[in-house]
């Protein structure tokens, strides 16, 4: 069996996804997209802070032709629901134009990583920002996304 190092090191996450054919191949699988991007950005930072929280992004990509923002976010605490909800705002709310018009212009999917145990014990969990009718159908208006995911599932991802 090939040794590999431990996702475990924010070092080690950050060398290892920010090479753009890995960060396009994993969002991919986890996606379905097929991001058009010549850049992966590590600790990510917006100019003007939102909130009391000075946001850092592991791992920042934008792809402009499809919309879409993706930030791979590397865990290993226990307050990771909280925290990458509150950076995937982040990353909507900086893009609000004025009061006028909030309205995202990219699409935010925000994957993270979780290298320590899931206190659920799941491998992956979805946070959809689509509204939904009484029913539970989907209205199609906002496609963002949060998703979590477990080492396992990262594991079985890359065993191709």
Do not use: W
């Amino acid at each position: 069996m090939k040794q590999v190092a431990s996702l475990q090191y924010g070092v080690i996450f950050k060398k290892a996804f920010s090479q753009i054919d890995v960060f396009k191949a994993f969002v991919q699988d986890i996606t379905g997209i097929d991001l058009k991007i010549d850049k992966v950005e590590t600790e990510k930072s917006f100019e003007q802070r939102i909130g009391n929280v000075r946001v850092e992004f592991d791992l920042y990509a934008e792809d402009l032709e499809n919309r879409v923002i993706v930030e791979i976010q590397h865990q290993n605490g226990s307050d990771y629901y909280d925290r990458f909800l509150h950076y995937h705002c982040v990353a909507l709310l900086e893009q609000a134009a004025n009061y006028r018009n909030y309205k995202a212009n990219l699409t935010v999917y925000t994957i993270v990583v979780l290298t320590s145990t899931d206190k659920h014990k799941i491998d992956v969990a979805t946070i959809d920002f689509d509204p939904k009718d009484r029913y539970g159908n989907s209205l199609g208006e906002i496609q963002h996304k949060v998703i979590y995911l477990a080492v396992t599932i990262v594991r079985t991802v890359f065993k191709r």
